[in-house]
């Protein structure tokens, strides 16, 4: 019963992280506006002048603004960051207080700092695992645009487009593509201080906890490697740690030893008691097919799940990749049957 209260209490606290998350962004877009006016400016005065103009100087001048930029960007985010994971902290300790009977420790606050700026996540990118910083993060989304808006620009240029053409194409990466990159550097940041923060809790309290159980969101835009792992256990801080894509919603909820447990727990409200599996197949064909349609050959995959009785852990390999439809048809040939694809 204490498991099912601390699943239900940290599966509505992503959905609250979810909702943080956007209004940092709110508060962090301004240092991207400027970005967008200032490059148009400068653009703009260049105009008069532009075939003629110092390309190599511009393009150089552009990229400063953008690196300008980045960096206050990254400096709003870093500090917001570490409020957070000083709530965070705060969070797990008056959760778990309601569980256990153990007087509990909070990490040194002058250790969250530094928790914040080397906190690593372990993205699927490509199908291969890359570890990062929220900084290596920032940078790998971010240093694409600039090179993209250089060779607009420079091909703009040469082509001799029109001024305004140049300027829409600009807006285009600056305005839309940024932002939304810019997004999902915030929304997967927090996700990777909260399990950071979450993870110095569970150090400082190292008695108190023996396994963490990995709980993804149940909706339609949970991908297959995260409701694989749904309802799986793990010996604290082993295995995949969450965030493990971009925008991931998915966390690992830490369980305390069993001789640790309150009794009273027991009466503790509760929630949610089931996987991501039991979620799927309780939902109407309409949730399903919406589900699988997101990932290539979904309706395959659909008939191997629901027809040929295979969970969504047995669609994705060791690495989390999805498994192609030969791979799944040689390991799994009765459900490959079953399915009649």
Same mark, same amino acid.
């Given at each position: +019963?204490?498991?099912?209260?601390?699943?239900?209490? !940290?599966?509505?606290?992503? &959905?609250?992280?979810?909702?943080?998350?956007?209004?940092?962004?709110?508060?962090? $877009?301004?240092?991207?506006?400027?970005?967008?006016?200032?490059?148009?400016?400068?653009?703009?005065?260049?105009?008069?002048? =532009?075939?003629?103009?110092?390309?190599? #100087?511009?393009?150089?001048?552009?990229?400063?603004?953008?690196?300008?930029? %980045?960096?206050?960007?990254?400096?709003?985010?870093?500090?917001?960051? /570490?409020?957070?994971?000083?709530?965070?902290?705060?969070?797990?300790?008056?959760?778990?207080?309601?569980?256990?009977?153990?007087?509990?420790?909070?990490?040194?606050?002058?250790?969250?700092?530094?928790? &914040?700026?080397?906190?690593?996540?372990?993205?699927?990118?490509?199908?291969?695992? %890359?570890? +990062?910083?929220?900084?290596?993060?920032?940078?790998?989304?971010?240093?694409?645009?600039?090179?993209?808006?250089?060779?607009? =620009?420079?091909?703009?240029?040469?082509?001799?487009?029109?001024?305004?053409?140049?300027?829409?194409? &600009?807006?285009?990466?600056?305005?839309?593509?940024?932002?939304?990159?810019? $997004?999902?550097?915030?929304?997967?940041?927090?996700?990777?201080?909260?399990?950071?923060?979450?993870?110095?809790? /569970?150090?400082?309290?190292?008695?108190?906890?023996?396994?963490?159980?990995?709980?993804?969101?149940?909706?339609?835009?949970?991908?297959?490697?995260?409701?694989?792992?749904?309802?799986?256990?793990?010996?604290?801080?082993?295995?995949?740690?969450?965030?493990?894509?971009?925008?991931?919603?998915?966390?690992?909820?830490?369980?305390?030893?069993?001789?640790?447990?309150?009794?009273?727990?027991?009466?503790?409200? &509760?929630?949610?008691?089931?996987?991501?599996?039991? !979620?799927?197949?309780?939902?109407?064909?309409?949730?399903?097919?919406?589900?699988?349609?997101? !990932?290539?050959?979904?309706?395959?995959?659909?008939?191997?799940?629901?027809?040929?009785?295979?969970? /969504?852990?047995?669609?994705?390999?060791?690495?989390?990749?999805?498994?192609?439809?030969?791979?799944?048809?040689?390991?799994?040939?009765?459900?490959?049957? #079953?399915?009649?694809?």
């Amino acid at each position: +019963m204490a498991e099912r209260f601390l699943v239900e209490s !940290f599966t509505r606290r992503q &959905v609250f992280l979810q909702r943080l998350a956007n209004g940092m962004w709110e508060d962090l $877009r301004p240092s991207l506006d400027k970005i967008l006016t200032e490059v148009q400016t400068r653009l703009r005065l260049a105009d008069t002048e =532009i075939r003629q103009h110092n390309l190599t #100087q511009l393009l150089r001048d552009l990229q400063e603004v953008i690196d300008e930029g %980045q960096s206050e960007f990254d400096a709003g985010l870093r500090e917001r960051l /570490v409020e957070f994971a000083e709530e965070e902290i705060d969070f797990s300790e008056q959760t778990y207080s309601q569980v256990v009977t153990e007087p509990l420790q909070k990490p040194e606050e002058s250790s969250i700092a530094p928790l &914040v700026a080397g906190a690593t996540a372990g993205l699927l990118i490509g199908g291969a695992t %890359q570890r +990062m910083t929220n900084s290596q993060m920032s940078n790998r989304l971010f240093s694409p645009i600039g090179k993209e808006v250089r060779s607009t =620009i420079s091909t703009g240029i040469i082509s001799q487009i029109a001024f305004g053409q140049l300027l829409t194409r &600009v807006r285009q990466k600056l305005g839309t593509k940024l932002p939304n990159l810019a $997004r999902t550097v915030v929304a997967t940041s927090l996700n990777n201080v909260s399990t950071a923060a979450r993870g110095a809790f /569970v150090t400082a309290n190292g008695l108190v906890f023996g396994e963490e159980r990995y709980v993804a969101v149940l909706d339609t835009r949970t991908t297959l490697r995260c409701a694989g792992l749904d309802g799986e256990i793990f010996p604290v801080q082993t295995g995949p740690q969450p965030p493990i894509h971009y925008n991931c919603r998915s966390t690992r909820v830490p369980i305390p030893r069993s001789r640790f447990i309150d009794p009273n727990a027991a009466n503790l409200a &509760v929630g949610r008691n089931q996987t991501f599996q039991q !979620f799927l197949n309780s939902q109407p064909q309409s949730f399903q097919n919406e589900f699988f349609s997101k !990932f290539s050959n979904g309706a395959e995959l659909q008939s191997l799940a629901l027809q040929g009785g295979l969970n /969504v852990n047995q669609l994705i390999d060791p690495s989390g990749a999805q498994m192609s439809l030969p791979e799944l048809r040689q390991k799994y040939p009765i459900a490959w049957e #079953q399915a009649n694809i």
